[in-house]
């Protein structure tokens, strides 16, 4: 990989990992479902008038927006409401061994020891990380955030299904089905959407811009030409470093406190994960048309 696309690959991560502090300032005044909705409604809004309609791909793409809207986003920022940036950016790295497990049972490819022992790690990582006091009262909102890293497993399954797909009409139609979810969930689990949206602060809405824009748009479409331009298992490794920008950022913007566990953990489930996604040339193969979202 040249030094360029290793730079646009460092970028893309920590847009994500920035993502988790900022978008508490959006989750502090608005609800989380309802917020994810306002965030691709910004999407599909921006996107829409620039491309076709994939319509033979539409029923699939209804089916992506039910999973990746209705159930990742939703639950994912459900979840970050009522954790800190770093215990959730942590926690969504749950993401990686479920696709390990997923990959097992519907396509035969049963892992070997060393993964075993990534998803070993992985996920008691997450477990001591979670064992912090401040999140030992928040059993739920953990859960939350791992079913979303199931979600999101289950989610590449269909993204590989819509491979052809071009990117940018995805991320529109997708965002547009994920708005109707979202409204559907919003209204069914929670209340007082338009209060909140009449007096959410600047900020507010400039995290709301800061997710559609800079994480659904421009960092999405980087990260397609960089999975196009190179082997999975050159590209994939550099997704270690969204949890070290989601902790370090949550320290220096919401102040969260770093304590042990949060490292112990943190560190184990990096540990982990890299196990399986620094996997042998022989293990990953040429594939380049998986994508992340």
Not at 120 to 134: H, K, M, T, V
Not at 286 to 291: L, Q, V
């Amino acid at each position: 990989m040249k030094a360029a696309d290793a730079a646009l690959a460092v970028f893309v991560m920590a847009v994500w990992g920035l993502n988790f502090p900022l978008a508490k300032f959006a989750l502090a005044e608005l609800p989380p479902i309802f917020s994810m909705a306002l965030r691709f409604a910004l999407v599909a809004v921006l996107l829409l008038p620039f491309v076709k309609a994939p319509r033979g791909d539409m029923k699939a793409i209804a089916l992506l927006g039910f999973t990746l809207g209705g159930l990742h986003f939703s639950s994912m920022f459900t979840g970050l409401s009522g954790l800190d940036a770093g215990m959730a950016a942590i926690a969504s790295q749950a993401q990686v061994p479920f696709a390990a497990l997923l990959s097992a049972v519907f396509l035969k490819d049963y892992p070997g020891w060393r993964r075993w022992l990534g998803m070993g790690l992985a996920f008691f990582g997450i477990w001591l990380a979670s064992g912090e006091p401040r999140v030992g009262g928040a059993p739920f909102y953990v859960a939350l955030v791992l079913f979303a890293s199931f979600m999101w497993a289950v989610a590449n399954f269909q993204f590989k299904a819509l491979a052809h797909v071009d990117g940018f009409a995805l991320n529109a139609y997708s965002a547009l089905w994920s708005v109707i979810f979202q409204l559907g969930f919003s209204v069914a689990l929670e209340t007082g959407q338009l209060a909140a949206l009449t007096s959410a602060s600047p900020a507010a809405f400039a995290a709301l811009a800061y997710q559609a824009i800079m994480v659904t748009i421009v960092t999405y479409w980087i990260w397609y030409r960089l999975i196009r331009r190179h082997p999975v298992n050159v590209v994939m490794p550099f997704t270690l470093l969204v949890p070290v920008f989601g902790v370090l950022s949550g320290v220096a913007i919401m102040d969260d406190p770093l304590g042990w566990r949060t490292i112990a953990g943190g560190l184990a489930t990096i540990t982990g994960v890299a196990i399986l996604v620094l996997r042998r040339p022989a293990d990953v193969g040429g594939d380049s048309t998986s994508k992340m979202s």
